[in-house]
Structure formats: structure tokens, C-alpha cells
């Protein structure tokens, strides 16, 4: 099982719409989970970072959180153009440092 | 906004030398680490470093690698002898904290001939 899980894509929305994105982790003790967007040769750029159960927004953006079930999503409303990249999970795992990274999702938003 | 610097964006080497990657973090962060993206593949964690010294590496990190503060700013990660499986993007990234979110800089594309 991978430690962080997420589909591939790409997932394709229309212009305002609300797209959505998922990750499931293994690690049951996992204290911090983030949410990265990454363009196409660029580096990872920290969008969301949610430690409790329940939902966290900023802007745009909605994190969801559920450790019993070891999932966590990504709500992104009003899509842009400017949206389209790979969005990548992220948790932290108990007792470390390290940050484990799913493969990302490729999201396109189509005018 | 304070940010990751990293330098050279683009470093060509031969197999066999050594480099040696620079980042600079943000500037009132504590913790450090090196991941590396080869091209179309996930990012992986390197090492950690916390307090002057290691706090975590991964399998990846082996003898070849090291990771140095040499000043209250730079962090630099030196691979002594590279190989041509070494090609890849190297992330620098800074927290405040532990277990917060990471910061990363611009990246160093790495490509050993």
C-alpha cells in the first residue's frame, strides 16, 4: 500500500466550477497533512496546511480532514485557468520530520 | 514575502565529481531539508536538519551525501562522487517548526553526463 495515495488525473473541470481532489494515507498516527500546488518545472508551493478533523478554508481553497477514515481533500471553488498544475498531498508522520509526498493530481481547468 | 533562495538554478556535471547545492532558508526558520524530484517521478525526501545536525534521511541519502550549515544562513548539500542516476530537481525547504508546513525554494536542476 502506497503511503500517500492519490489519483493521477488528469481531472478536468470547467471555468468556475468547483473541482475537487483527494488523498488517502496508510499511516494512522500521521499528525499534519498539507496540500501543495505545483506547476509544470517549478517547485511545490505550500497551498493548505490542516493538523485537526473537519474542514479549513482560505480563499478559494477548502481542506477536509478525516483521520478515521484517512482521507483528505482539497475543495477548489471558482476555478481559474490559472488553477491548472499538479496538486500534490502531503503528510507528516508520526514521530518525524519528514514530509511524505503522493504522486499529485494533474488538474486542468478549461475555459 | 520571505522565500527559499537556492543556487546554481542549473548544475551540469560529469560523473565521478562532486557539487555542492546552496540554499539559503527563510531566515527565522529552524528545521531544513533536501528532497529531490527526478523528472516525472514523485518528491522524495532526503534528510532533515535540525539544531546543527541530522535529524532524519532517508535510504536515498547514503554515504555519497552530506548536509552542512557552514553559516547562520547557507545550507548546502554536497553529493561527493555523482552518479548519472543523481540527475534530478534537488528542493531545499525551511519550517518553523516541526511537523508545519514546508517552504521550499526554486530548486537546483541537477544533470550529471
Known amino acids: 500500500q502506497k503511503e500517500v495515495e492519490q489519483n493521477s488525473g488528469p481531472l478536468s473541470v470547467p471555468e468556475g466550477a468547483i473541482a475537487s481532489l483527494n488523498c488517502t494515507y496508510s499511516d494512522r498516527g500521521s499528525q499534519s497533512f498539507f496540500w501543495y500546488r505545483q506547476y509544470s518545472g517549478k517547485s511545490p508551493e505550500l497551498i493548505m496546511s490542516i493538523y485537526s478533523n473537519g474542514d479549513k478554508e482560505d480563499g478559494r481553497f477548502t481542506a477536509q480532514l478525516n483521520k478515521a477514515s484517512q482521507y483528505v481533500s482539497l475543495l477548489i471553488r471558482d476555478s481559474q485557468p490559472s488553477d491548472s498544475a499538479t496538486y500534490l498531498c502531503?503528510?507528516?508522520?508520526?514521530?518525524?520530520?519528514?514530509?511524505?509526498f503522493g504522486s499529485g493530481t494533474r488538474l486542468s481547468i478549461r475555459p | 514575502e520571505p522565500e527559499v533562495t537556492q543556487t546554481p538554478s542549473h548544475q551540469v556535471t560529469q560523473m565521478g565529481q562532486e557539487v555542492i547545492l546552496r540554499c539559503v532558508p527563510i531566515s527565522n526558520h529552524l528545521y531544513f531539508y533536501w528532497y529531490r524530484q527526478i523528472l516525472g517521478q514523485k518528491v522524495e525526501f532526503l534528510v532533515s536538519f535540525y539544531n546543527n545536525e541530522i535529524s532524519e534521511k532517508s535510504e536515498i541519502f547514503d554515504d555519497q551525501f552530506s548536509v552542512e550549515r557552514p553559516d547562520g544562513s547557507n545550507f548546502t548539500l554536497k553529493i561527493r562522487s555523482t552518479k548519472l542516476e543523481d540527475s534530478a530537481m534537488y528542493f531545499c525547504a525551511s519550517s518553523a517548526a516541526e511537523a508545519w508546513g514546508q517552504y521550499f525554494g526554486p530548486g537546483t536542476r541537477l544533470t550529471v553526463t
Open positions: 502531503a503528510v507528516n508522520k508520526s514521530s518525524a520530520s519528514k514530509i511524505i
